[in-house]
């Protein structure tokens, strides 16, 4: 059974840091791009980022460009996002998803889903 | 970066049709995903590469393209259809990023 299990999130000051972490199991995280997608309270889902299954490659949404790093190490199935000079309008849930067709394929196909871990940034 | 426009909120009568729209210049390029999100829940794929279903998705959902819109619908919704829907596709910028469509809140009646 394919599992992504998120954590690390939590309270943050504005202008702070926290690493985001998903765990996968029940499949081979080497063999998928993978991504971040939130939700601030109350609102739509917004995509954040993915990496290539290598991490060769990743692609950002312009709000968090030069702000976040998405990462991964494969060998400890495990995929990392790294938040940096935090915003309240960051305040969000943060899900990973398996990323079925990566930044190069033909629809989006986002198939499995963490339950979310929720990120505020407020002091 | 491109845009996805979505109706707020529809509603439909147990076990009638139900259509969710999705609109949007990129959509002449790609299809639309569809995803289920349930209050406190993640979302769930539900429709893919225009029509097709995951496994374990029942088949009263459906998908379809024209132009610059993908349509979700629903034929014969039960209750537990109750749910945002999210489309989702790519932008179309060149800058190989993901748009989110600005949800649908479905009410069954």
């Known amino acids: 059974e394919v599992q992504l299990v998120e954590s690390g999130g939590g309270l943050v000051q504005p202008g702070g840091s926290l690493r985001l972490s998903c765990t996968a199991s029940?499949?081979?995280?080497?063999?998928?791009?993978m991504t971040w997608v939130r939700q601030a309270p109350g609102k739509g889902l917004e995509w954040v980022a993915n990496?290539?299954?290598?991490?060769?490659?990743?692609f950002y949404v312009d709000s968090v460009k030069g702000r976040f790093t998405i990462s991964r190490d494969n060998a400890k199935n495990s995929l990392y996002l790294r938040m940096n000079s935090l915003r309240a309008e960051d305040t969000a849930v943060y899900y990973c998803?398996?990323?079925?067709?990566?930044?190069?394929?033909?629809?989006?196909?986002?198939?499995?889903w963490g339950q979310g871990t929720l990120v505020t940034v407020s002091s | 970066s491109s845009e996805l426009t979505q109706d707020p909120a529809v509603s439909v009568a147990l076990g009638q049709t139900v259509r969710i729209t999705c609109q949007g210049d990129?959509?002449?390029?790609?299809?639309a995903s569809w995803y289920q999100q349930k209050p406190g829940q993640a979302p769930v794929l539900v429709i893919y590469?225009?029509?097709k279903r995951p496994s374990g998705i029942p088949d009263r959902f459906s998908g379809s393209s024209s132009g610059t819109t993908g349509t979700l619908t629903i034929t014969g919704a039960q209750a537990e259809d109750e749910a945002d829907y999210y489309c989702?596709?790519?932008?179309?910028?060149?800058?190989?990023?993901?748009?989110f469509g600005t949800g649908t809140k479905v009410t069954v009646l």
């Open positions: 998803a398996r990323d079925i067709n990566g930044a190069y394929g033909d629809d989006v196909r986002l198939d499995y």
């Open positions: 990129n959509l002449r390029s790609y299809y």
């Open positions: 590469d225009k029509d």
């Open positions: 029940g499949f081979t995280l080497n063999s998928h791009w």
């Open positions: 989702c596709s790519r932008d179309t910028s060149g800058n190989q990023i993901y748009v």
């Open positions: 990496i290539k299954q290598d991490g060769s490659e990743s």
